[in-house]
C-alpha cells in the first residue's frame, strides 16, 4: 500500500474511528481513490454543525467497503438450486415440524435486493405447494444508511428487469411510478444492522436464538483477509441449525471448500457441512 494511501487510512481511523485493517490492501486503496473528494470533504476543517453531513460522508465510505452492488437473483442458478432442492429438502422432511417457519438469514444484505429475491422465492415455492407461507428472513448490514434503504423496499421498473411478469405480480404493488414490495411479505423480512466482524454476538439480536436453515453470505467473503473470511464462517456455522445450507457468491466458492464445506450441486455455491 502506498504511503499516501497508509496516510489517509490512519486519518481515518484515528479521526473517524472507520477501521480498514479488516479488509484486504489492494481493495481498500481503491475504494480511497474511487472516494477520493469524499475522503477531502471529511478532513476540511469545519463547524460543529457540519458534524452531521461529515458523519454520513463516513457512512458512505463504509457503504463503499461493504460493496453494495446488488441485484435481484443476482446468480440465477444458485437461486434455482435453492427453489427447487433446498426448500422441498427442508420443508418435506420428515423431521421438520409442521408449525415451524423456514429461517434464513441474509448476512450482507445490501439495500435489500437480496432479501428481496429470497422472498420472492419463497413466495413461489408456498404457491406452487398450495401451502400458506411459512418464512422469516432477517436481512442486516452494517451500514445504518444501507439498512435505512433497503427499508423502503421501492424500486424502479428498471431495477425489476431480472423478474419475470409472473415475479413482479407476485410480489410487488404499482404505487405511483415505484413498484414496492407487498406488505404481506415486508411483514416476513427484519431490517437490522449487524456487524460480522463484532465479538458482540454470533448472530443478529433480533433473530433471537439463530437456528437459520439458509445463511446468505455471498459476495461477501472475497474483500476481507483471509483470517478474517474464516473467522466470517467460523461465526455464521455457529447459527445454523441442523442440515442447514451456506450461500456464497461465484467468487467465495474456493473459500468454502478450503472450510471444509461440501457444494451440494456443482457451481451453485450451495454448502452444506461435510458429514461426519
Not at 428481496?116 to 401451502?131: G, P, Q, T, V, W
Request: glycine share 2%; aromatic share 12%; hydrophobic share 40%.
Amino acid at each position: 500500500m502506498k504511503q499516501s494511501i497508509k496516510q489517509i487510512v490512519k486519518r481515518l481511523h484515528d479521526e473517524f474511528h472507520l477501521d480498514t485493517s479488516h479488509y484486504k490492501d489492494d481493495f481498500v486503496e481503491q475504494i480511497i481513490l474511487k472516494n477520493i473528494s469524499i475522503i477531502k470533504e471529511l478532513f476540511k476543517e469545519s463547524k460543529p454543525e457540519a458534524i452531521e453531513g461529515k458523519q454520513q460522508n463516513v457512512e458512505k465510505i463504509v457503504a463503499k467497503l461493504q460493496n453494495n452492488y446488488t441485484d435481484f437473483f443476482r446468480n440465477p442458478f444458485t437461486y434455482a438450486v435453492l427453489s427447487n432442492v433446498v426448500f422441498p429438502t427442508l420443508f418435506f422432511n420428515a423431521n421438520f415440524p409442521s408449525n415451524k417457519e423456514i429461517r434464513v438469514w441474509s448476512a450482507a444484505c445490501a439495500s435489500g435486493l437480496e432479501a428481496f429475491s429470497l422472498a420472492i422465492i419463497l413466495e413461489e415455492f408456498f404457491k406452487r405447494h398450495l401451502l400458506s407461507p411459512r418464512y422469516r428472513i432477517f436481512a442486516t448490514d452494517r451500514s445504518n444508511m444501507i439498512i435505512n434503504q433497503a427499508k423502503k423496499a421501492a424500486f424502479s421498473h428498471d431495477e425489476l428487469k431480472s423478474l419475470s411478469k409472473e415475479q413482479v405480480e407476485l410480489g410487488f404493488d404499482l404505487k405511483e411510478s415505484n413498484y414496492c414490495i407487498k406488505p404481506s411479505i415486508q411483514t416476513k423480512i427484519s431490517f437490522s444492522t449487524f456487524d460480522l466482524i463484532s465479538e458482540k454476538t454470533n448472530c443478529p439480536s433480533v433473530s433471537i436464538y439463530g437456528d437459520f436453515h439458509i445463511i446468505m453470505i455471498a459476495n461477501l467473503l472475497f474483500y476481507y483477509k483471509s483470517s478474517i473470511q474464516k473467522k466470517i464462517i467460523n461465526r455464521v456455522l455457529q447459527c445454523m441449525s441442523k442440515d442447514s445450507y451456506l450461500i456464497s457468491g461465484e467468487t467465495e466458492r474456493e473459500i468454502l471448500m478450503a472450510a471444509s464445506l461440501v457444494e451440494i450441486v456443482p457451481n451453485s455455491c450451495v454448502f452444506q457441512m461435510k458429514p461426519a
